[in-house]
T-cell receptor
Framework: NAGVTQTPKFQVLKTGQSMTLQCAQD?????MSWYRQDPGMGLRLIHY???????DQGEVPNGYNVSRSTTEDFPLRLLSAAPSQTSVYFC???????????FGNGTRLTVT | GQQVMQIPQYQHVQEGEDFTTYCNSS?????IQWYKQRPGGHPVFLIQ?????EVKKQKRLTFQFGEAKKNSSLHITATQTTDVGTYFC????????????FGRGTQLTVWP
């Protein structure tokens, strides 16, 4: 099994550009989430989903949108990129919110 | 803001010394999870503690959950260079299902 797959691995954007970070899992996990990781700040929850068609906000949702049309995919959209969104983004999934949380390899995003 | 506080932020030890990281919450946690992230990698689940006063061991790692279920610790005996990485605790966010909040992590460096 591939587990949790994130694409791209690296991305550079200019301020104001939009893009979608892709996340897919092949473990039939109901729960999926997006975190951003900044130095000294740990992992901060952006958005999460407890199942297809259901999403909710985490700690730092502003500037990001998500949707969950299928169980497998949970894309994260940056509407208008800002330098403050420079970070490493991790997608994670688990079976019905029961540990363990499986993480993807991350997307390193730089906004100039 | 952070639901779970973790200290210290950094710890540098010589190989063979012990290491401890602490996690505290202002509210009672239904469970607490621990993850390890190697440099350049993604977080990997280590363990979940659920019961008040619970102690679990994994080889040289000892995990404890406080009696009040508001604090937890991870202790590594006789550190090795393979223990290098950042250790995170994570706890569920109150009554809202799906929210898992991570502490800021403790970055462990081990000198050979």
């Amino acid at each position: 099994n591939a587990g949790v797959t994130q694409t791209p691995k690296f991305q550079v954007l200019k301020t104001g550009q939009s893009m979608t970070l892709q996340c897919a899992q092949d473990m039939n996990h109901e729960y999926m989430s997006w975190y951003r990781q900044d130095p000294g700040m740990g992992l901060r929850l952006i958005h999460y989903s407890v199942g297809a068609g259901i999403t909710d906000q985490g700690e730092v949702p502003n500037g990001y949108n998500v949707s969950r049309s299928t169980t497998e995919d949970f894309p994260l959209r940056l509407l208008s990129a800002a330098p403050s969104q420079t970070s490493v983004y991790f997608c994670a999934s688990s079976y019905s919110q029961v540990p363990p949380l499986h993480f993807g390899n991350g997307t390193r995003l730089t906004v100039t | 803001g952070q639901q779970v506080m973790q200290i210290p932020q950094y710890q540098h030890v010589q190989e063979g010394e012990d290491f401890t990281t602490y996690c505290n919450s202002s509210t009672t946690l239904s469970n607490i999870q621990w993850y390890k992230q190697r440099p350049g990698g993604h977080p990997v689940f280590l363990i979940q503690l659920v019961k008040s006063g619970e102690v679990k061991k994994q080889k040289r790692l000892t995990f404890q959950f406080g009696e009040a279920k508001k604090n937890s610790s991870l202790h590594i005996t006789a550190t090795q260079t393979t223990d290098v990485g950042t250790y995170f605790c994570a706890g569920p966010g109150g009554s809202t299902l799906g929210r898992l909040y991570f502490g800021r992590g403790t970055q462990l460096t081990v000198w050979p």
